[in-house]
C-alpha cells in the first residue's frame, strides 16, 4: 500500500466549484479504483479503470469523472452537480490479471469538505 | 450484482476474548473474499483473504471460514489486544469481474 499516494490530505470545495482529486501508484498494477466513504456506508464504488484510456462507472458515478491517461495516474473530478460531496475518498490499485495479485491496496486517501 | 451484508455493525469484547464477524453474500459464483481493517483516519488494509476453494485459512490469532453452501463467510479474532480496536470490512468478487463489493463494516471495541 506504501505505493499509492493521493493528494491532498484535505480538501475544501466552494458551491458550484470542481474539484480534483489525485491518485499516483508505483506499483505497475493495471487497475485502479475510486471508493466514497461515508459513516456507517462501508466503501462504494465511484469508477474504475482496468487499463489505460479505458474505465467504467461504478455504483455511485453520478457528479463524478474521471481520466486513465497514464497507467500511474487515475485523477478524479467531483463536480458541481455532486450535491453532497463531504466525505472520505480512497484510491486503490491492483493487478486484477495476476491471481496471486489480486489484493486491492488503497492509498492514504482524501477528505472532502464542503465550505 | 454481489451483495454483501456484515454483522454486526458493533462489536465490544474484554481484551483476551474472541470477536467473529459474519458477512453473507448473494452471488453464489463469487470467488475470493477479502477482510480488511482500518484503524481511524487511517487507510483499509488487507489482513486475510480466502478463496472458493478453501474453506478455512489462518493466520495467527485471525482465521477466517467459508461457507459456500450457506453463502457466508466469517472473521475470527482469538485472544483480541486493545490494537485490534478498528473496522473490520469483508467483500466478494464475482468472477469476471475486477471490482470487490464490500459489506458497510464492523466497529470493534476491545476494552483493556
Known amino acids: 500500500d506504501g505505493g499509492i499516494t493521493q493528494s491532498p490530505k484535505y480538501l475544501f470545495r466552494k458551491e458550484g466549484q470542481n474539484v480534483t482529486l489525485s491518485c499516483e501508484q508505483n506499483l505497475n498494477h493495471d487497475a485502479m479504483y475510486w471508493y466514497r466513504q461515508d459513516p456507517g456506508q462501508g466503501l462504494r464504488l465511484i469508477y474504475y479503470?482496468?487499463?489505460?484510456?479505458?474505465?467504467q462507472k461504478g455504483d455511485i458515478a453520478e457528479g463524478y469523472s474521471v481520466s486513465r491517461e497514464k497507467k500511474e495516474s487515475f485523477p478524479l473530478t467531483v463536480t458541481s452537480a455532486q450535491k453532497n460531496p463531504t466525505a472520505f475518498y480512497l484510491c486503490a490499485s491492483t493487478s486484477p490479471f495476476d491471481r496471486e495479485r489480486e489484493t486491492q491496496y488503497f492509498g492514504p486517501g482524501t477528505r472532502l469538505l464542503v465550505l | 450484482g454481489e451483495n454483501v451484508e456484515q454483522h454486526p455493525s458493533t462489536l465490544s469484547v474484554q481484551e483476551g476474548d474472541s470477536a467473529v464477524i459474519k458477512c453473507t453474500y448473494s452471488?453464489?459464483?463469487?470467488?475470493?473474499f477479502p477482510w480488511y481493517k482500518q484503524e481511524l483516519g487511517k487507510r483499509p488494509q488487507l489482513i486475510i483473504d480466502i478463496r472458493s476453494n478453501v474453506g478455512e485459512k489462518k493466520d495467527q490469532r485471525i482465521a477466517v471460514t467459508l461457507n459456500k453452501t450457506a453463502k457466508h463467510f466469517s472473521l475470527h479474532i482469538t485472544e483480541t489486544q486493545p490494537e485490534d480496536s478498528a473496522v473490520y470490512f469483508c467483500a466478494a468478487r464475482s468472477p469476471g469481474y475486477s471490482t470487490l463489493t464490500f459489506g458497510k463494516g464492523t466497529m470493534l471495541l476491545v476494552s483493556p
Open positions: 479503470s482496468q487499463i489505460v484510456n479505458d474505465f
Open positions: 452471488d453464489s459464483a463469487s470467488n475470493y
